[in-house]
C-alpha cells in the first residue's frame, strides 16, 4: 500500500491534497492513518475473498437498463462470479460510508 501511495499522487496531485491541511502539503499522520487502515481493509478482503481461488467473469462493468416507462437506470457491478452450476453473482464492494440522503425527489407513478 505505501509504495503505491508513493506513486498516486504524483500520476494524480489532487490524491495528496485529501491529507492536506487548508492550501498546506499532505500532514503525514494523516497519510499513515489512512494507509493503515487501507492495509486492514485489504487483508480482510483478502480473507473473505481468496482471489487466488477466484477467476470473476467480470470486473468493473458498466449497466445501462431502459424500463418501460423510459427511466434509464445506470450502475456499475464490481465484481461477477459465475459458478460451475451457472449460478451468477453480483457484488458491490461497499466503503462502509453509508450515502447521504438525498433531497432532490423523483416523480413516481403508481
Known amino acids: 500500500m505505501a509504495g503505491e501511495w508513493e506513486r498516486l ?10 491529507f492536506a491541511e487548508e ?9 499513515a492513518q489512512w494507509l493503515a487502515e487501507a492495509e ?6 483478502f480473507t473473505l475473498e ?3 481461488r477466484l477467476e470473476p467473469a467480470g470486473r468493473e462493468l458498466f449497466v445501462e437498463a ?6 434509464t437506470l445506470r450502475g456499475i457491478i464490481d465484481w461477477v462470479d459465475v459458478a460451475p452450476t451457472g449460478e451468477v ?9 453509508a450515502p447521504g440522503r438525498s433531497t432532490r425527489r423523483m416523480p413516481c407513478s403508481g
Open 9 to 18: 499522487p504524483a500520476a494524480k496531485p489532487e490524491l495528496a491534497e485529501l
Open 23 to 31: 492550501g498546506g502539503a499532505p500532514v503525514p499522520e494523516r497519510v
Open 40 to 45: 486492514r481493509l485489504v487483508e480482510r478482503w
Open 50 to 52: 481468496d482471489p487466488t
Open 66 to 71: 431502459t424500463l418501460d416507462s423510459g427511466l
Open 89 to 97: 453473482r453480483l457484488v458491490d464492494y461497499k466503503t462502509g460510508k
